[in-house]
């Protein structure tokens, strides 16, 4: 069924009609077409446009197509143009002329304007559990590595000493602010559209007020114009999505290189890997890869839809139409690997020994020895000289700072002591970093606390 033959005498060409159709995608909102159009009849029945008796009948009608389409007996029929129309010729074909009643003033602008903004609603709160859920993961994973020692990097080289935990806690941070750009979003958007006609209201005497409260939205909307053209709140949840993914896959990249043979700080669980067809003794990163594979999909859908908004004049425009498949593949693809990245950072095993081993052996207590000198009345850029030749030095004799003798130490410069090793120790240099934020253990149990406070009391 057509909501717009009337006017027309031809038939629609099928090509036409199959390029013009969006059923094939907006089926996905089913639920929420028939939620809207329940709260809809319920607030034109309480102003006075419709009967109870016709309220009852189209309300069982929309919850037998509703639960029809779940149990799989009512299949979507391609003849349909979208969800709405599907919807509105079964339920008409269920109750009869009750059904032609649904669609009073309201206009599949607003409608589908609504569709979308409860989709959308529904899909970030779905996607902000998964977003806890991996907070509480990492969460757990700091409390365990206090004291995990392992190097610091910039440029990709070994800096300073660090420890799990801190290299954790940035990617808590991480998506600590996804969470939250998350909130503000669902703030934002909860705004009901329905009510606003094709752009210009209508002459009912709608209660946009109760239909707003009844869908559990903020309140209506304030322009009728904007409320069926606005797609700001669908490109913010794109653009916070590949956010989110961009985090994610940084944090694969790191995977997968501690995965690696060179470094081995890591072991993937084996239900978190795959072998290679041809070479037996191969454990993959697949899921690593495919998470940072997919982050440049979530980042296209971002850029289609702002590409298709660019130039749009108002109010709406049939190329609004191309918001759907986009934002849907998004949300499907951010949740399968929210959902797939936490499993794998769970399951997998650290070689905390390996990781200690290897921020001693790449002079990332370098900068500690030089503050040992300064400590000892040297000036800093004597001693960022001195340090420099100590690490030559070791690089020409294959060896790490801490074994170093005594002497070779002090033919270099003799203000070193015996404890200088002490204080070059990997513990020492983590330890000593107190400040609020730094790696040391007292510094991050206060982080600890506040995010066991962030967790478990204001969510």
């Given at each position: 069924?057509?909501?717009?033959?009337?006017?027309?005498?031809?038939?629609?060409?099928?090509?036409?009609?199959?390029?013009?159709?969006?059923?094939?995608?907006?089926?996905?909102?089913?639920?929420?077409?028939?939620?809207?159009?329940?709260?809809?009849?319920?607030?034109?029945?309480?102003?006075?446009?419709?009967?109870?008796?016709?309220?009852?009948?189209?309300?069982?009608?929309?919850?037998?197509?509703?639960?029809?389409?779940?149990?799989?007996?009512?299949?979507?029929?391609?003849?349909?143009?979208?969800?709405?129309?599907?919807?509105?010729?079964?339920?008409?074909?269920?109750?009869?002329?009750?059904?032609?009643?649904?669609?009073?003033?309201?206009?599949?602008?607003?409608?589908?304007?609504?569709?979308?903004?409860?989709?959308?609603?529904?899909?970030?709160?779905?996607?902000?559990?998964?977003?806890?859920?991996?907070?509480?993961?990492?969460?757990?994973?700091?409390?365990?590595?206090?004291?995990?020692?392992?190097?610091?990097?910039?440029?990709?080289?070994?800096?300073?000493?660090?420890?799990?935990?801190?290299?954790?806690?940035?990617?808590?941070?991480?998506?600590?602010?996804?969470?939250?750009?998350?909130?503000?979003?669902?703030?934002?958007?909860?705004?009901?559209?329905?009510?606003?006609?094709?752009?210009?209201?209508?002459?009912?005497?709608?209660?946009?007020?109760?239909?707003?409260?009844?869908?559990?939205?903020?309140?209506?909307?304030?322009?009728?114009?904007?409320?069926?053209?606005?797609?700001?709140?669908?490109?913010?949840?794109?653009?916070?999505?590949?956010?989110?993914?961009?985090?994610?896959?940084?944090?694969?990249?790191?995977?997968?290189?501690?995965?690696?043979?060179?470094?081995?700080?890591?072991?993937?669980?084996?239900s978190y890997s795959t072998g290679s067809s041809i070479m037996p003794q191969k454990k993959n990163p697949d899921i690593a890869e495919l998470i940072r594979g997919k982050t440049g999909r979530v980042y296209g859908s971002l850029v289609s839809l702002l590409t298709t908004m660019k130039s749009l004049p108002l109010a709406y425009n049939k190329d609004m139409q191309e918001d759907k498949e986009v934002t849907f593949d998004a949300f499907d693809t951010v949740k399968g690997c929210l959902s797939l990245f936490e499993g794998m950072i769970s399951s997998m095993k650290f070689?905390?020994?390996?990781?200690?081993?290897?921020?001693?052996?790449?002079?990332?207590?370098?900068?500690?020895?030089?503050?040992?000198?300064?400590?000892?009345?040297?000036?800093?850029?004597?001693?960022?000289?001195?340090?420099?030749?100590?690490?030559?030095?070791?690089?020409?004799?294959?060896?790490?700072?801490?074994?170093?003798?005594?002497?070779?130490?002090?033919?270099?410069?003799?203000?070193?002591?015996?404890?200088?090793?002490?204080?070059?120790?990997?513990?020492?240099?983590?330890?000593?970093?107190?400040?609020?934020?730094?790696?040391?253990?007292?510094?991050?149990?206060?982080?600890?606390?506040?995010?066991?406070?962030?967790?478990?009391?204001?969510?």
């Amino acid at each position: 069924m057509k909501l717009w033959g009337g006017r027309f005498t031809k038939q629609t060409n099928q090509l036409v009609h199959n390029f013009n159709a969006s059923l094939s995608f907006d089926q996905k909102f089913y639920y929420q077409d028939i939620e809207g159009s329940i709260a809809h009849v319920t607030m034109l029945a309480k102003q006075g446009i419709l009967n109870e008796e016709e309220k009852v009948a189209i309300i069982d009608g929309l919850i037998s197509i509703r639960n029809d389409i779940e149990n799989g007996t009512l299949l979507f029929d391609e003849a349909s143009e979208d969800i709405h129309s599907f919807v509105e010729s079964n339920l008409i074909g269920r109750i009869g002329e009750a059904g032609k009643k649904l669609h009073t003033g309201r206009s599949r602008n607003d409608q589908v304007a609504l569709d979308m903004k409860l989709y959308t609603r529904d899909e970030l709160k779905e996607i902000d559990e998964l977003l806890k859920q991996l907070l509480h993961t990492l969460f757990h994973v700091m409390e365990a590595n206090l004291e995990t020692y392992m190097p610091g990097f910039t440029h990709l080289q070994k800096a300073q000493p660090t420890t799990l935990a801190h290299h954790f806690g940035a990617y808590f941070e991480m998506f600590k602010r996804d969470h939250e750009r998350l909130q503000d979003i669902l703030k934002r958007l909860n705004y009901c559209p329905l009510g606003s006609g094709a752009f210009a209201g209508t002459t009912y005497p709608l209660d946009r007020e109760l239909t707003a409260s009844l869908l559990g939205f903020t309140g209506p909307t304030l322009n009728s114009m904007d409320s069926v053209s606005d797609r700001d709140y669908l490109i913010e949840t794109l653009s916070a999505l590949s956010t989110i993914m961009m985090h994610l896959s940084r944090f694969c990249e790191e995977i997968i290189i501690w995965n690696s043979n060179e470094y081995q700080f890591i072991e993937l669980d084996d239900s978190y890997s795959t072998g290679s067809s041809i070479m037996p003794q191969k454990k993959n990163p697949d899921i690593a890869e495919l998470i940072r594979g997919k982050t440049g999909r979530v980042y296209g859908s971002l850029v289609s839809l702002l590409t298709t908004m660019k130039s749009l004049p108002l109010a709406y425009n049939k190329d609004m139409q191309e918001d759907k498949e986009v934002t849907f593949d998004a949300f499907d693809t951010v949740k399968g690997c929210l959902s797939l990245f936490e499993g794998m950072i769970s399951s997998m095993k650290f070689n905390t020994t390996i990781m200690e081993q290897s921020a001693k052996n790449g002079f990332t207590n370098a900068t500690d020895a030089a503050d040992y000198l300064v400590n000892h009345g040297v000036p800093f850029r004597d001693a960022h000289g001195i340090v420099g030749q100590l690490v030559l030095y070791c690089i020409e004799k294959n060896i790490a700072l801490d074994d170093m003798s005594l002497e070779e130490f002090q033919a270099i410069s003799p203000v070193f002591q015996e404890d200088i090793y002490e204080s070059i120790s990997i513990k020492t240099c983590v330890e000593k970093r107190l400040t609020i934020g730094a790696p040391g253990k007292e510094a991050m149990k206060q982080v600890l606390a506040i995010y066991k406070e962030y967790l478990y009391n204001e969510q």
